[in-house]
């Protein structure tokens, strides 16, 4: 793809992201009574009309996953776009390590365990079989290169020395880490090319990696990735049916008007349709992907107010 001169600035990041999720209370068990994010926001919906609950590592805002119950949602078809993984970031090894050792005490299934180089991770999936990574980035003087991009691996990993950081750790379990985010978003795709276009040429997102066979990374202020792109689906996979569970959307947070209008304007040019909110409160826009992924793009300040907005919105 031709180079461009504009790239989202450093500060941009994920948000949250909201999923769609069979069964509400199963749901809030998972992620609020094993992993331990904190209830932040929950909707007041009449009879019929889908609930929401915002979580957080904090109980408050930013709010870091937005669960959306939908009864009788089917199973996401295999070999569908869509969400691979959200990514949940700890601030360091030990608050890894201790959620690593709370999911292990609990006999929970895991699917996987990796050293990326850059990153050590852990891989499991939500009771709706919807993929999570929980890992730890290693300091960035750490990550191995060639050239201009980063070279993440998927080696194993050492779990038994992971495990030992929370063995020395004998602190009380009071929930997630409250520094804890979502720091990327991995997804099916049914074209890299259309893809990296939307992702890089309309958002802005810099490509980090293309070393893996089928799969690209873009980020930000040079992380090592945002967002995770792959065809490991099938090129031309179709999108998932509207009732399945996963992914409705995420957030991208920019911190700055100038270079959140630049995207406005980008995608303008390109002739997409985007719905635009804009109030005293703030401003926010939400494209959508060429595989019909939707992504709120928001100033960093005012990102709250649109995901309020968002989840009075959202199709039920």
Same mark, same amino acid.
């Given at each position: ?12 990041? &994920? ?7 069979? @069964? ?18 929950? #909707? ?22 937005? +669960? $959306?119950?939908?009864?009788? /949602? ?5 070999? $569908? ?23 292990? #005490? =609990?006999?929970? *299934? +895991? ?13 499991? /999936?939500?009771?709706?079989? &919807? ?22 691996? #998927? ?18 379990? =009071? ?11 991995? +997804? ?13 040429? &309309?958002?802005?997102?810099?490509? $980090? ?9 873009? !980020? ?16 031309? /996979? ?39 909110? $804009?109030?005293?409160?703030? #401003?926010? /826009?939400?494209?959508? @992907?060429?595989?019909?992924? !939707? ?6 300040? =005012?990102?709250?107010?649109? *995901? ?9």
């Amino acid at each position: 793809m031709e180079r461009d001169e504009f790239r989202l600035p450093a500060g941009t990041h &994920i948000g949250y992201v909201h999923l769609q999720v069979s @069964d509400l209370e199963r749901s809030l068990g998972f992620y609020e009574g094993l992993l331990g994010f904190k209830r932040a926001l929950e #909707t007041e919906r009449p009879a019929g009309v889908a609930e929401t609950v915002a979580l957080s590592a904090t109980g408050g805002a930013p709010y870091h996953l937005l +669960l $959306t119950e939908r009864p009788q /949602a089917r199973p996401k078809p295999p070999r $569908t776009t869509g969400l691979y993984h959200m990514a949940i970031r700890f601030p360091t090894r030990v608050a890894l390590a201790r959620v690593f050792a709370r999911l292990v #005490t =609990h006999r929970y *299934l +895991l699917q996987g365990a990796s050293d990326h180089k850059v990153s050590e991770a852990i891989y499991l /999936a939500d009771p709706d079989d &919807i993929g999570i990574e929980l890992y730890a980035d290693r300091p960035e003087q750490q990550w191995p290169r060639e050239g201009d991009q980063v070279a993440m691996a #998927t080696d194993p990993l050492d779990v038994q020395a992971l495990l030992a950081e929370a063995s020395f750790d004998d602190e009380p379990w =009071h929930g997630i880490d409250r520094r804890t985010d979502i720091g990327h978003v991995h +997804l099916h795709v049914s074209d890299l090319a259309h893809a990296e276009a939307f992702y890089q040429g &309309i958002l802005g997102l810099e490509v $980090t990696q293309r070393g893996y066979p089928g799969a690209l990374f873009l !980020s930000a202020g040079g992380y090592h990735h945002h967002v995770g792109l792959n065809v490991w689906a099938g090129q031309g /996979a179709p999108r998932p049916p509207l009732d399945a569970v996963g992914m409705l959307s995420f957030a991208l947070r920019i911190p700055g008007e100038a270079a959140w209008r630049a995207v406005l304007a980008r995608g303008e040019a390109a002739g997409l349709e985007f719905a635009a909110r $804009t109030s005293e409160q703030g #401003t926010s /826009a939400t494209f959508v @992907d060429p595989d019909g992924n !939707s992504v709120e793009v928001a100033l960093e300040e =005012h990102v709250e107010e649109a *995901l309020q907005a968002e989840t009075e919105e959202e199709v039920a």
